[in-house]
């Protein structure tokens, strides 16, 4: 019991841990994405910038202006935009305060840039001051020299290429960048939503599972412990014999059964166990046979999955006036168990009589087998034969 106990706790420690481990992984994915995201974007002024000699610190700087409002902006649009508005079915206001705050960003970022603009770049000369500089050189070759070093005036409707300006440039980050942002923040939360959907799964299974053992086990103790009740008055020795190996079962059903799985040994061990308790219930006329091989595989099957059907056979394929049998087999392959229970059938309605015992064993075989194993169920006038075939 101790060790059973010990067992359980440290599994279910174990899976505590991983489930921790998995959580603490899914929290700082998000958060290393966004910081190297942007570590990357404040430094590619300083990888991409072309420099012939050293650093051009004002036009870094200039970049790195433009970066703070695309960051006051991500942060506003990630902890107050995305979950107040967003996450609260508020589109329509969610999609107007990112246009307003685009265009605020952008005005302002224009604003900047023009003011900083205006107060480095001197004014351009007069063209008037120009000309009559102009007149002062008689020579001709002096005059056409000068006129040279003068910036000629753009000619109307002719495109000049040039830089693409800070406030376009600003306006077409920030869509880009939230975008980004909602898409991230969407993906982690249907993954959450997912895991959590897997778990809830994974617990109303296994809740499930817990539900059709506990079903089994008070209704096998009330019929082996009738049958313990009988032999008193017979034979008190039998009796304490039979009381022994209810204590094995009991150990079994209380403790072994709350594993996932259990050695085919253990569970071959309580098939024996609890035919030898029938036995004493019965005359001669009933014959019991069980054909098990003396070679177990050492593997493990989902605990008490025979249970129900031994119950249903001994429950309704036995008759104190007639004739009765009982023949149970078992069989392995490489890689299947073949379980057959074979009964004398006196009762027309064996499979709906038997209450929760088969329709228990196919939720039970639903649940963890899907659709990889076989229960075939034929039914004659005189015989009642279930045949069971599951994976090893």
């Known amino acids: 019991m101790n060790s059973v106990s010990s067992k359980n706790s440290t599994e279910y420690m174990s899976d505590n841990y991983k489930n921790k481990g998995f959580l603490k992984r899914k929290d700082l994915f998000e958060p290393v994405i966004i910081l190297a995201f942007w570590v990357v974007l404040f430094a590619s002024p300083l990888l991409f910038g072309q420099f012939e000699e050293e650093i051009n610190w004002v036009h870094v700087f200039d970049i790195w202006r433009n970066h703070v409002a695309l960051l006051a902006l991500f942060l506003v649009h990630r902890f107050l935009l995305m979950p107040l508005l967003f996450f609260k079915g508020k589109k329509a206001a969610y999609f107007s305060a990112i246009f307003i705050l685009i265009l605020v960003g952008t005005f302002v970022i224009y604003s900047i840039n023009d003011r900083v603009n205006s107060q480095v770049l001197p004014p351009p000369p007069p063209h008037d001051r120009i ?123 209380l403790y072994d059964s709350e594993e996932k799985v259990t050695p085919i040994t253990k569970e071959v061990e309580f098939i024996k166990s609890y035919i030898e308790l029938m036995r004493l219930r019965f005359t001669d006329k009933v014959v019991i046979k069980v054909d098990i091989p003396q070679s177990i595989p050492k593997k493990s099957i989902p605990p008490l999955l025979f249970t129900s059907l031994l119950e249903n056979a001994f429950k309704h394929g036995i008759s104190y006036d007639k004739e009765s049998f009982i023949h149970i087999v078992m069989s392995f392959t490489e890689d299947q168990l073949q379980f057959r229970v074979e009964n004398s059938n006196h009762s027309k309605k064996a499979e709906g009589s038997s209450g929760i015992g088969i329709e228990n064993i196919r939720k039970r075989l639903d649940l963890l087998y899907k659709k990889d194993y076989d229960l075939a169920i034929t039914e004659t006038d005189d015989k009642y034969v279930i045949n069971l075939n599951i994976p090893l």
């Open 131 to 253: 000309e009559r500089k102009m007149d002062r050189f008689t020579d001709k070759r002096e005059r056409d020299t000068f006129e040279g070093q003068v910036p000629r005036p753009i000619p109307k409707g002719r495109n000049s290429q040039g830089p693409i300006p800070a406030y376009a440039n600003f306006l077409m980050l920030s869509i880009l960048l939230l975008g980004f942002d909602a898409g991230l923040q969407l993906s982690m939360r249907w993954a959450s939503l997912e895991q959590e959907k897997i778990k809830l799964q994974k617990e109303n299974v296994e809740n499930q599972l817990a539900f059709l053992r506990n079903q089994v086990s008070p209704h096998f103790f009330m019929n082996t412990l009738n049958n313990i009740h009988a032999l008193v008055d017979i034979d008190s020795e039998e009796a304490k014999l039979s009381i022994i190996k209810l204590s094995y079962l009991m150990r079994h059903l």
